[in-house]
């Protein structure tokens, strides 16, 4: 049985930096996809980076700069490191895993971003 279980959320100020963690257990962690999803209130769920099992990453143009995606395939990790963070950065964020029609999600972990 496949887990994600998120961790790292919280509340910052506007500037401020968090780093989420997504810890995958029960499958083999390094030949999936792995991405971040974030959810804010009344508004779709949306794409916000993503790393290949190669190391490839890409981010959405909102966090560019501001974000970086890392993986640890010995810990079966994988990271956010979130700088800079805006008010419009709030949501609930959710790791996911990819891989043909495999597809993986955890739980959420909800980042608050306000003075």
């Known amino acids: 049985q496949v887990q994600l279980v998120e961790s790292g959320g919280g509340s910052v100020q506007p500037g401020g930096s968090l780093r989420l963690s997504c810890a995958a257990s029960g499958t083999i962690f390094s030949i999936y996809a792995a991405n971040w999803y974030r959810q804010a209130p009344g508004k779709q769920r949306e794409l916000v980076a993503g790393?290949?099992?190669?190391?490839?990453?890409t981010y959405a143009d909102s966090v560019k700069g501001r974000f970086t995606i890392s993986r640890d395939n010995a810990k079966n990790t994988l990271y956010l490191q979130m700088n800079n963070l805006k008010p419009g950065d709030t949501a609930v964020y959710y790791c996911n895993l990819a891989l043909y029609e495999y597809d993986y999600w955890g739980q959420g972990t909800q980042v608050t971003v306000s003075a």
């Open positions: 790393i290949s099992s190669t190391g490839q990453t």
